[in-house]
């Protein structure tokens, strides 16, 4: 479904990749009333923690990721590029932009759905600085 990828060589990253292609929920804390975290949160973690220890690698499956995850994976891809390259993750959420393929998101309580094209063209707002602006 998701096309080939070549693996990392870290087990964990790859397993954390794999959840993340197939997401389809974009949550980065705790969801509900207990604050739970899914597990695709926990996989995104796993991701960010892994540009700490192999960045080539990490770099490697979130760009894969951004090619060919689900409209809720992609995101978490663009996201984990402003950690690391903020010019790449303003590129891939400007490609993003024209992508309207729905997800759910999640912020503590308030469950919403979401096109991919609106919440790229919300991180670029939110990400925007005085330059651009002008």
């Not at 540009?51 to 499956?61: D, L």
């Amino acid at each position: 479904m998701f096309g080939m990828r070549k693996k990392s060589g870290d087990p964990e990253l790859d397993v954390a990749v794999r959840e993340l292609a197939g997401a389809d929920t974009v949550a980065f804390g705790g969801v509900g009333f207990a604050g739970t975290l899914l597990p695709v949160t926990e996989a995104y973690r796993r991701v960010e923690e892994a540009f700490a220890r192999r960045p080539r690698q990490a770099r490697e499956q979130v760009d894969w990721l951004l090619r060919h995850g689900s409209p809720a994976g992609r995101a978490y891809a663009a996201a984990l590029l402003e950690q690391v390259d903020p010019a790449a993750a303003r590129d891939a959420w400007t490609i993003l932009r024209d992508e309207d393929d729905e997800f759910t998101t999640f912020t503590g309580c308030t469950m919403a759905t979401t096109t991919l094209s609106g919440y790229a063209a919300d991180r670029l707002a939110a990400h925007r600085t005085d330059g651009d602006a002008r």
